[in-house]
């Protein structure tokens, strides 16, 4: 088979199979001579079984990545070997630390038949349900200190670096976080308030105290430790104003 028959066999077998998935997917295709991309891709191939092996005698050639609207990310590659179908695999997230991955299982890929919509029922109740978890749990340990809210209560914490960082419950309080300089990491879901200028930051926490309290929503305050400051983001202490220089994490 042809390259070019090959390369469009694979971006359609996805693009169907996006379809067939369960919430909101699509599809995008990744060529041979996107060799960067590709390489990258590979790094972040979720897996040690199956699509390892079969990484470890070919490297990846062609790809085609499907996406879920919450950052999710899938990756359906062409079998090494002489059988029909593909091979699929989950996608590990950008950017969290080494250490939101430990003890937690790879959701490894398997293998799908010619067929894109028996290959929905396969991947939606096998990978996905594993992937699911896993990226739960990874999301989960990236948070480290930080507490996460509840509907009624959002909890604010500071970060080494200054930032103040939280995990908002409801889409409520991520508007209202988000009108007031706080900015969503897509991956792990925290929303950040920089604090390289800490009078926009401190302005920022007195006036979102109120704009939460009018939904019905409380605030709090608090340190990694745990030890919490007053309940409402109006009451935070002074914060000197002076140039912060922010330290950088790296994976």
């Excluded at 909101?24 to 996107?34: E, F, G």
């Excluded at 062609?62 to 179908?85: H, K, T, Y």
């Excluded at 699911?132 to 990236?142: E, F, I, T, Y």
């Excluded at 605030?219 to 000197?240: D, K």
Aim: a negative charge.
């Amino acid at each position: 088979m042809h390259d070019h028959d090959t390369s469009e066999r694979l971006a359609s077998f996805a693009d169907v199979l996006a379809g067939e998935l369960p919430d909101s997917w699509t599809s995008s295709h990744l060529p041979a001579d996107a060799k960067d991309d590709l390489a990258e891709l590979a790094d972040r191939i979720w897996d040690l079984d199956l699509v390892a092996a079969s990484l470890a005698e070919r490297p990846l050639q062609q790809a085609a990545i499907l996406s879920r609207q919450d950052g999710a990310q899938l990756v359906l590659l062409d079998r090494n070997d002489e059988r029909d179908g593909f091979l699929i695999a989950a996608v590990a997230p950008h950017a969290l630390p080494d250490e939101a991955y430990r003890a937690v299982p790879e959701p490894n890929g398997i293998a799908l038949a010619d067929d894109p919509f028996l290959s929905a029922e396969q991947v939606t109740g096998d990978l996905l349900a594993r992937y699911d978890a896993a990226l739960a749990q990874v999301r989960h340990n990236a948070l480290g200190g930080i507490q996460p809210s509840q509907p009624d209560r959002v909890v604010l914490t500071w970060q080494p670096d200054g930032s103040i960082a939280t995990a908002p419950a409801d889409d409520r309080a991520s508007a209202a976080l988000m009108a007031h300089g706080f900015v969503q990491d897509p991956q792990s879901g925290i929303y950040r308030l920089g604090g390289d200028d800490t009078q926009a930051q401190a302005r920022a926490l007195c006036e979102i105290g109120p704009r939460l309290d009018a939904l019905g929503i409380g605030t709090a305050l608090q340190h990694p430790a745990g030890r919490t400051a007053p309940t409402t983001a109006a009451s935070v202490p002074h914060v000197p104003a002076g140039p912060r220089t922010p330290t950088t994490r790296s994976r």
